[in-house]
């Protein structure tokens, strides 16, 4: 079959409005980078100073005035340089798109912690005081009934992507109401920088169903509405009318739940996932990128994977992060011991999940339907190695003396000292420590104290980033980011270009496994498991070539564009690559036509 494009990268753009209107819109504003022919087309001649800018230097006078942010500004504290990097860049985002993406992509490694975790948490505790221009679209618990004719005042025709959050769990920053539309805007950047979806088809939403947070319900400048979180039945009907409302519009929509507190994440992800094409990131993105982390550290040791099941795993946070990782774990190391319910048993006896109120045993009193399946098979007045129902992290650790210690809790800080050090006691010659929660405050621990008080040998990853620490002998302590933005950006692309009806568990753990192939054998042994930033493009390309390659396998496929789901079927390996890596939008101008 002959293999056609679906798009052409530099293709003419369409555009309703001229002169100030187009300077004024930052989809299609070039700047000083209008040449004059197109001045003269679009009647902005003389609107713009004379000289007509590459794309090359407009990108180097951005640099040059980030730089110099950056010089006069640096003895300042930490949180109010950070915030200023965030503010130029969103200035930016706001003119000009195109530019805007194409200094982010070029420098990912620099910029990523300013649009993403660690500042994207730091911009919504202070987003009533930062809101400049909306961004996004925001329903409200007082637009019931409203929803399926607002949606249509998006001036976009096509949305590919939508992210979107309630604010009830933002981070490890709790509920931030309506300010945590920045979770949202910071995740589509991703897509954007990460998978090529094109800008203009990604859209930021919030639903805002009020806030328990008496700060913000106290302070006269918020911004959201003043009343307490609806719950039960009213609060699901407003994400149903939500979920109508934008399929109703845009059939071929990707939702992807964010930064839901956990007692509603599960029950929405269940609601809606053989019906719409969605999916949760922090329960299925964050298991799937921990899974990878999961495999790295086997293969640290020189183990084969299939060693996977021998792995002794400690879980702090029985969230839908944690809960999510134990889930997709447990059915990895099931399925290599044959799949059977007696596989199951033996594979949930290696794991040890912490909560809040300690060990989570089946001698719990209201004990979470979700954590049964990885409570120990502890009575009451029970005691097994030395361990009862709410014994404390250090006491799981010291008995346990696990290869794996994962945080998913939001606590700063709770691997402490002594937790580090009772990891030296584990089994593992090469014992992993994964502080995933975010952002940088909230890491259970920093790579610092894990390096110098649990050894250095252990393989490090963290949900934000770290510096690389440095050891003795000149040695490195290699920091990995163990972040789900490696696997969502992947798994929306693969999704989209192939027309999946729903995304399946099998299309996750194709991710996912992609993911854990990915780094060479020579760089897992010097504990590098995961790709550096940089890279953030070729793995969600190959994320999405897995993604869209299960997705063909599972019968889900209906087709992308004019491409039909028979032709995908019928594409070679070969031609799948080829296929994904074409649809991915790369920020270049194109040429503006305006038609009325
Ligand atoms: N790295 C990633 O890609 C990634 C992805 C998703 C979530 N996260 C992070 O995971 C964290 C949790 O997210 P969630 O949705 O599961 O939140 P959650 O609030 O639902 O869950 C937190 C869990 O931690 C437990 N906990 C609280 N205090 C504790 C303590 N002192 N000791 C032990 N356990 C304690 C709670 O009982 C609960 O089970 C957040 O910080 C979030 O940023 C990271
Ligand atoms: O947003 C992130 O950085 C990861 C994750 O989705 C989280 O909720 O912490
Ligand atoms: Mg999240």
Known sequence: MAYRRTHTRIRPSIVHKRCTDVLHDPWYNKGTAFHLTERDRLGMRGLLPPRVMTFQQQ???????????????????????????????????????????????????????????????????????????PRGMYFSAADCGEMVS?????????????????????????????????????????????????????LPVMIDVGTNNQELLDNPLYLGLQQNRLEGEDYIAVIDEFMEAVFLRWQHVIVQFEDFQTKWAFKLLQRYRDH?????????????????????????????????????????????????????????????????????????????????????????????????????????????DGLQEGASLLEVVKSVKPDILLGLSGVGGIFSKEVLEAMRESTSKRPAIFPMSNPTKNAECTAEAAFQHAGDHIIFASGSPFQNVDLEDGKVGHVNQGNNMYLFPGIGLGTLICGARIITDGMLNAGAKRLASYMSDESVEQGIIYPPISSIRDITKEVAVAVLKAAIEEHVVEGYQDLSAKELRQMSEEEIETYVEANMWVPEYSPLVHTI
Not at 99 to 125: H, R, S
Not at 152 to 160: G, I, K, L, R, S
Not at 195 to 202: D, F, L, M, T, Y
């Open 59 to 133: 990108i180097d006078r951005f640099m040059n005035s980030y730089r110099d942010l950056q010089h006069t500004t640096s003895d300042g504290p930490d949180d109010s340089l950070a915030l200023r990097k965030w503010r130029i860049l969103n200035r930016l985002h706001d003119r000009n798109e195109t530019l805007y993406y194409k200094v982010l992509i070029d420098n990912i490694m620099e910029f990523a912690p300013i649009i993403y975790t660690p500042t994207v948490g730091l911009v919504c505790e202070n987003y009533s005081g930062l809101f400049r221009r």
């Open 150 to 202: 607002m949606v249509y005042n998006w001036p976009a025709e096509q949305v590919d992507l939508i992210v979107v959050t309630d604010g009830s769990r933002i981070l490890g920053l709790g509920d931030l109401g309506v300010q945590g539309i920045g979770i949202p805007v910071g995740k589509l950047d991703l897509y954007v920088a990460a998978a090529g979806i094109s800008p203009q088809r990604v």
């Open 276 to 384: 719409y094409r969605m999916f949760n990131d922090d329960v299925q993105g964050t298991a799937g990128v921990a899974l990878a982390g999961l495999f790295g550290a086997v293969r640290a040791k020189g183990l084969p994977i299939s060693d996977f099941v021998k792995q002794k795993i400690v879980i702090v946070g029985a969230g839908s992060a944690g809960i999510g990782v134990s889930n997709m774990a447990k059915k990895a190391m099931s399925s290599m011991l044959g799949d059977t319910d007696e596989a199951s048993v033996q594979a949930a006896k290696q794991f040890w999940v912490v909560d809040k109120w300690g060990l989570v045993t089946k001698a719990r009193e209201d004990l979470d339907p979700d954590a049964s399946p990885f409570a120990r098979e502890i009575e009451e007045s029970e005691v097994e």
